[in-house]
């Protein structure tokens, strides 16, 4: 309900005098509010709630990918460790020991220059593929780092000793 107050007629009114003129209104409003949208609360909420499990599945993909590509790279780097263990302990003293002995054939006069030539290449390949074993292992360790987001110890490992000694070579 609304009141207005108008106050007396104006003085130049007076010859054709308004009905009413100079009394106070009032005016009388009434409203009805009627929803439109029936359905479209229950639709937001359905939709919400879609949304909520989409974004759920979301990070649970992400969190799967993650950790396939932790357990991936951890993988990675036993690999490496063994591959680069496998040179130092096994292969790399197998190599020397045949070298050193058909070096000694050759200087005894038992075998000829092929024999300690290839022998040499054998064990010049073995530190080739050595090095290259620690590369990769290097790598993996890098990768490693890359998917945990921050730097992994590495001292005192075998490899990282023998790593280390090879870049003072």
Known sequence: VDWIIVGDPLPENLHAPTPDAGRDAVVAMASVKIPLSFGAHGAAQREALALGRAHRARA???????????AQSRSAVRNHVRR??????????????ALASAQAG?????TGIADVLLAEREWVGLQLARVQAQADYAVAVA????????????????????MEDNRHD
Request: no cysteine; aromatic share 4%; proline share 4%.
């Open 143 to 162: 990768d490693f780092e890359r998917v945990v987001g921050r730097p992994v110890a590495r001292a005192g490992s075998a490899v990282a000793s023998t």
């Open 84 to 97: 680069v263990t496998l040179h130092d302990t096994t292969l790399t003293p197998q190599a020397e020991a």
């Open 60 to 70: 649970q993909a992400t969190q799967s990918r993650v950790e396939a590509e932790l």
């Open 106 to 110: 050759y200087q005894a006069g038992r």
